[in-house]
């Protein structure tokens, strides 16, 4: 169901529109997960094909899980909003997490004075003192009783999901140090987690070029007009712990390192090339080095050293205008020789020492 419906979608139970606790792939998929978090596994053996993991596929089944169920805590949250509104409208815009949205309403309730209600190990005190302060001004009504506990029933179920889509995520992270090593060693357990289930798996990771893969993760924001020149284009690599120590005027270069490399990782977990990480280590610290290179600062100007005392200025003209002159100079001294082997120098020529060799004289 895309968001823009759910703004519109007006029901009365919620069982007609969320569905997915009562699938039977939700329940196999959470048995299978609650089994796999029981025992220990050490992965499949090197050269293994890695389609034919059990364990791989019931991580990717479990990334397409993920997805279904924050779509799922999404319609929820949409029920528990347009209910609970009659009550307190401006609440929703004053909590933006789904989740914290339905864990203040179930401690609410119908209760008309908030300030009686302890928030505090739920929401920042900021946030309290708004809610606080807008509560005494709503012009909501306790809701009817069969509706507050369709609210409630909606509340429990949100947080249901939220501890189910938790414990996927843990599975999956637990197992990605023996189905994806190299990558892990790069951007972590989590990062590499969220990558393999957006893309589809390692496979299909290891295919994507590393301009696809840096903004694997990245939602698009609504700038209402604004230019969007200073949004940056990195998806689930900037949550990396190299980008997060890397100032913020390399994260951009940094940024396409790390995809660079991590579709490297990738190809070689695809393979089962090293199941032990080596490589991914080495890319790590790589990219570390590189890194710590950018920030060096450049090399200090070196101090120019004082001329010798009593020493007479070397000659520094040259190139093409030199020559130029030089030629001039030798023009105009084989014209003044000449001249001087014809007429003599002018000395002599006033003197009228110079006779005139022709025959006519």
């Not at 815009?93 to 190990?121: C, F, M, Q, W």
């Not at 893969?213 to 698009?220: A, D, T």
Request: with cysteine; net charge positive.
């Amino acid at each position: 169901m895309d968001m823009a419906d759910l703004e519109t979608l007006n029901y009365d139970d919620l069982d007609t529109v969320s569905k997915l606790q009562k699938s039977q792939r939700y329940i196999d998929i959470m048995q299978k997960v609650e089994e796999a978090l029981g025992k220990d596994s050490d992965g499949a053996e090197k050269g293994t094909v890695l389609e034919d993991d059990p364990e791989y596929k019931l991580i990717v089944d479990c990334n397409q899980l993920s997805v279904d169920i924050e779509n799922e805590i999404a319609i929820v949250h949409s029920f528990i909003r347009d209910k609970y509104k009659l009550k307190f409208q401006e609440l929703e815009s004053l909590v933006h997490h789904p989740i914290d949205y339905a864990r203040v309403v179930k401690k609410i309730g119908n209760e008309t004075d908030i300030t009686l209600v302890d928030l505090g190990d739920l929401l920042p005190s900021a946030i309290i003192m708004g809610i606080s302060v807008t509560s005494l001004t709503t012009k909501g009504s306790p809701l009817p009783e069969d509706v507050l506990q369709k609210v409630l029933g909606a509340c429990d179920r949100a947080l249901d999901l939220d501890s189910a889509r938790k414990m996927v995520l843990d599975f999956v992270e637990s197992k990605m140090g023996s189905i994806a090593p190299n990558l892990s060693a790069i951007v972590g357990s989590a990062v590499a987690a969220k990558l393999v289930g957006t893309a589809g798996g390692v496979s299909a990771l290891a295919k994507m070029p590393a301009c696809n893969v840096q903004v694997l993760g990245h939602k698009r924001k609504n700038l209402a007009g604004f230019s969007s020149t200073s949004q940056s284009r990195v998806g689930y690599i900037e949550q990396t712990e190299i980008l997060q120590s890397t100032p913020p005027g390399l994260r951009a270069r940094a940024s396409r390192l790390v995809a660079a490399k991590s579709t490297l990782a990738a190809r070689v977990d695809a393979t089962r090339g090293d199941m032990s990480g080596i490589n991914g280590k080495a890319l790590r610290e790589e990219i570390r080095k590189k890194i710590e290179k950018w920030q060096e600062p450049p090399p200090a100007r070196q101090p120019k050293p004082l001329p010798v005392p009593d020493s007479e200025p070397k000659k520094r003209r040259g190139g093409r205008r030199l020559r130029k002159m030089k030629e001039r100079y030798a023009v105009t001294d084989m014209r003044k020789m000449a001249n001087r082997m014809r007429f003599g120098t002018p000395e002599e020529s006033s003197l009228g020492k110079i006779s005139c060799t022709f025959p006519c004289c």
